[in-house]
C-alpha cells in the first residue's frame, strides 16, 4: 500500500510540473501586469520594503542587497555605524558606503547578543528569561550551556531552550556540527581563546607572575588592570569591525579573587610583625 502511494506522488508531482512547464509564459506575465502602470516584472520588486526597522519595532528586518544567484556575499548601502545591527537604516540621511557583508537579516538578536557581550550578562540574561536554567546554579548553568554548545547536536531541553532565546545564533551552531560534526565547534571556541588569552599572556613582562588556564590567567592583585586591559585591546585588534572604538569593555572580561589577599598571607604577617616589633622598635 506504501509503494502504491509513493507512486501516486511521483505521477502527481510529475504532472503538476508537466502541467507548468506547458503553460504560456506570456499569459503569466500578462496577467500580472494588466491593468498595472509597470511594463516590467522587475518593476513590481521594491527592494527598500522591510527596511524601515530598529530594535524596540521590527517591519521586516531587511536590507537592500545585490548578490549574484546562490551568492556568498552581498553588497548593500551602508548607513549606520560599523558594528550596528541594521546596516542600513531607512530614515537615514546619509550613505557612509558600499558594505559587503552575508548577514542573513538584520535583527535585534545580532543587538542584543552584542549588548549582553559588553555587559557582560550573559548567563543573567539566560537565567532570567528562562524557566529551565532559571533555578540552576552558575555553575551548572555554565555547564549546561557550554554542554549544548559544543556537545552533540541532539534536541536536548538545554538546545531547545537556547534555541528559543538565540535562535540564529544555534541555527548557526547546529548547522556547523551537522556538515563538519560536533567537534568543529569545540576547534573553533579553543581557537578563539587561543588568539586572545595565549596572545596576552605572551605579551605580559617576564618578571610578572602569571598561569594560563584556557580562558583565563592567574595573576597577582596587582597586576590585574596591566592583564585586563591588554585583553581589552587584544580583542578589539581581532574584532575591529564589531567592537567600535566608543565601546565600553570594562565588563567584558570578569575578574575575581581566586586566593586569599596578600595582607592575609601568613608570611605577610610575619613580615609586618618583625618589621613592627624589630625594626621600628615599638616593642621589645
Not at 548607513?79 to 557583508?101: C, F, L, S, V
Not at 578589539?236 to 565588563?251: F, S, V, W
Request: net charge positive.
Amino acid at each position: 500500500m506504501s509503494m502504491f502511494k509513493n507512486i501516486q506522488k511521483v505521477i502527481m508531482v510529475v504532472f503538476s510540473i508537466f502541467i507548468f512547464s506547458c503553460s504560456p509564459k506570456k499569459d503569466i506575465k500578462n496577467s500580472l501586469l494588466i491593468n498595472s502602470q509597470y511594463s516590467s516584472l522587475v518593476d513590481l520588486v521594491n527592494p527598500l520594503m522591510g527596511t524601515d526597522s530598529k530594535f524596540s519595532l521590527s517591519n521586516g528586518n531587511t536590507y537592500p542587497a545585490i548578490a549574484t544567484p546562490w551568492g556568498m556575499n552581498f553588497w548593500t548601502p551602508q548607513t549606520a555605524k560599523m558594528g550596528d545591527g541594521w546596516a542600513y537604516k531607512y530614515d537615514d540621511e546619509t550613505i557612509r558606503g558600499i558594505k559587503q557583508t552575508h548577514q542573513p537579516t538584520t535583527n535585534d538578536e545580532y543587538t542584543l547578543c552584542l549588548k549582553l557581550l559588553l555587559e557582560g550578562r550573559i548567563y543573567r540574561y539566560i537565567q532570567e528569561n528562562s524557566t529551565y536554567f532559571k533555578e540552576m546554579k552558575y555553575n551548572d548553568l555554565k555547564k549546561n550551556i557550554l554542554s549544548a554548545l559544543n556537545a552533540e547536536n541532539k534536541p536536548t531541553e538545554s538546545n531547545k531552550e537556547l534555541a528559543r532565546l538565540f535562535p540564529n545564533v544555534m541555527g548557526w551552531v547546529n548547522s556547523i556540527k551537522k556538515e563538519s560534526g560536533y567537534k568543529r565547534m569545540s576547534f573553533i571556541g579553543q581557537s578563539t581563546e587561543a588568539k586572545i588569552f595565549v596572545e596576552v599572556y605572551r605579551q605580559l613582562p617576564y618578571d610578572k607572575f602569571a598561569l594560563l588556564i584556557h580562558d583565563c590567567i592567574l595573576i597577582t592583585q596587582k597586576d590585574v588592570e596591566l592583564t585586563k586591559k591588554l585583553l581589552e585591546t587584544r580583542v578589539r585588534e581581532l574584532y575591529a569591525d564589531i567592537i567600535l572604538p566608543e565601546y565600553n569593555l570594562d565588563k567584558l572580561f570578569k575578574t575575581s579573587l581566586v586566593s586569599i589577599p596578600d595582607d592575609k598571607l601568613l608570611s605577610t604577617q610575619r613580615e609586618e610583625y618583625f618589621q613592627t616589633t624589630f625594626i621600628n622598635g615599638e616593642t621589645i
